[in-house]
């Protein structure tokens, strides 16, 4: 059963502890950590408000509940922990509505942080505590909560998890993305290096204290990771689905591989991998935004 974890309780741990663990953070907003670029000029309260928003936060949870949560539940490897990370502040109804879809995983943990949280011991911590502390090596991965992994993306992450590529960046590099928010349903054959959507970080394992835990999220936005570890590139084909929905900041990536789709084909091409997004639940996602 989910749990609902406060920064107050230093010494919670998984019930289940695993090698690979992931971290998605939702609507969190702290005052001195901002991860989302078009509110870096707004002070705390600004961002607050913003983030906050019931219209933008209903969004996000469909999106979250439609595209991201499944991908994860449909894992055909699922010896694996996830820690949700939101805000103390996050409104009551939507803490609920949180700890409600996830109540009944067992591999999925909820910590709600207070404003003045420091964000590296946050993700620290959050591997820390999900972490086998017997596993000789170990991997962490990072997801957006409107993105979605192959549901053969830990199975192919536990692939790389040998010994000579620990202190290595793993990048899955081929995916999709979907534009959800425009006239037409349109599908991006994305190709790209150190993308968001399950970028992760293989390390020695039995690592006993959150100061000397290190984190696929310690090593900064993902843009940059490569300047701080060697990356591995993983050219499987469609291990994520990235998607444009209107109250995300992901660019197009599209060019000639851009092409409008109806929701039953795009249902079609996603099925090997994505099996919960089908047709009826495209077309809900569809959301034309000005």
Known sequence: MATLLTNRQARVMALRPSAIVGIIRFSIVLRDSNFFPPLSAQNYHERKARIFDRARLQR???LFEDICL???TAQTDPDFNLMLITSRDLPSWAHDRLIGLVRD???VYVRAYRPLANIQRIFKRSIFEMLDPAAPI?????LDDDDALANDYVARLRTHMVPHKTGKIVTFSRGH???LSDGALQIFDDTRDCGSAGLALVQQGKVMSIPETV???CLGGHRKVGQFAPVVNDKTDGMYVQTANGVNVTGRRG???????SAKDLASKLHPKFPHLNAETLERLHVVYP
């Open 70 to 72: 499944p991908s994860l």
């Open 105 to 107: 995983l067992p591999n």
């Open 60 to 62: 996000r949870f469909q």
């Open 138 to 142: 170990t991997a962490s991965f990072r």
């Open 215 to 217: 984190s696929i999220h």
């Open 255 to 261: 060019g000639i591989s851009a092409h409008a789709i």
């Open 177 to 179: 993305q979907l534009a």
